[in-house]
């Protein structure tokens, strides 16, 4: 579908015009008619579905349609990350390039200078806010953020928000809006945690399910069973192999990450690390270096896993073990965008056997383990222990709750 027939106005066509978007995805066919037509919306889609131009686009049309204050807050975005609130600004100033409605991104990290600038959008009243949940209520908590009309309230990626423990805080920040608003909900996963807050925060949702529950075939999925121990000179190795111009390394820990990254940069290889004790300035310089492929070799926790649009990525590593199906799908997720191939590698140690083997259950498919290299000695055998199915398909377990369904689930969509 084209975005004209979505009946968005002629301004925001103009800027979707110039960014070179051309068709809906099938989330935004089917996300932006209920929010222009007013509905509460609960929607499972994930990352590269084209889910933050589904809820910026009517936004943004309905804003500049409508009579308002202008010198109040009229749109919260609620993200779990910095990284996530900077990329959704920057789309938002894109989206709405040729439109009066202004925008902020809100987050911690930053100097004192920037809670200034931030707490002067705030009090003058920004149209559009995409903020982390403990930065909004520091703002909040000092009475002078204008948020009284507030016409749009969107949690993105809640369910990721949820497992940072972020339930409080998002229940203290709509204590402070008006009662009667639009709410939108965007996760990439439905567990009943997720069914819990939409029943407590949204009124007579529709329904829309857009999830991608199987990789990209484009990724060619390998995988190493180790000792932890041949993990580091075993990722040298493969880093040797080819001459691969963007790699992306995920560790579970960023001790993991520090230490693997220390020992990568004795290589003399271009590599850097993010992680969240690095400050926000030093994150944004280690992404532009590796955007622009300064930097070839990217050792990141589960912080870039989801919600940073990174195209052409060669390869993904996984040095550990991600903690389930979902999260693995997220992180190779990464790599082969835009139609293009791309390689996955996943290294398993003795104590991550049965974890990787509930990820292939939910992949429905086993994963081609690689023989390590005989010059790294004798390596443990990928004998994992039957699975016991604990929340291995909770993606596909029937949705719960009083939610008018909009649409009929789509089993895949085309990545933005």
Known sequence: MNFKELGLDARLLEGIGAIGYETATPVQEQVIPPILEGSDIIASAQTGTGKTAAYLLPVIHKLITSQHHHDHIKALVIVPTRELAVQ???????????????????????????????????????????????????????GYVKISDLKFLILDEADRMLDMGFYDDIMKIISFLPAKRQNLLFSATMPMKIRDLARKILHQPAEINIAISKPAENILQQAFVVYESQKIPLVKHVLKSKNYQSVLIFCSTKDNVKKLSRDLKRTGMAIEEIHSDLDQDSREKVLLGFKSRRINVLVATDILSRGIDIEDIDMVINYDVPHDGEDYIHRIGRTARAASKGEAITFISEREQNKF?????????????????????????????????????????????????????SDSAPKA
Not at 89 to 103: K, L, N, W
Not at 119 to 138: F, H, N, W, Y
Not at 384 to 404: D, I, M, V
């Open 88 to 142: 959704i600004e920057q789309q938002m100033e894109g989206f709405s390039y040729f439109t009066p409605v202004s925008s902020i991104a809100v987050y911690g990290g930053g100097d004192g200078a920037s809670f200034t600038r931030e707490k002067q959008a705030l009090t003058q009243g920004a149209d559009v806010v995409i903020c982390t949940p403990g930065r909004m209520i520091a703002h909040l908590n000092l």
């Open 357 to 409: 083997a509930a990820i292939e259950e939910l992949l429905g498919n086993p994963v081609t383990k690689v023989q390590v290299p005989e010059l790294f000695g004798e390596a443990p055998e990928y004998n994992p222990r039957k699975s016991k199915g604990r929340n291995q398909n909770r993606r596909f377990n029937k949705p719960k709750g009083n939610f008018k369904r909009r649409n009929k689930p």
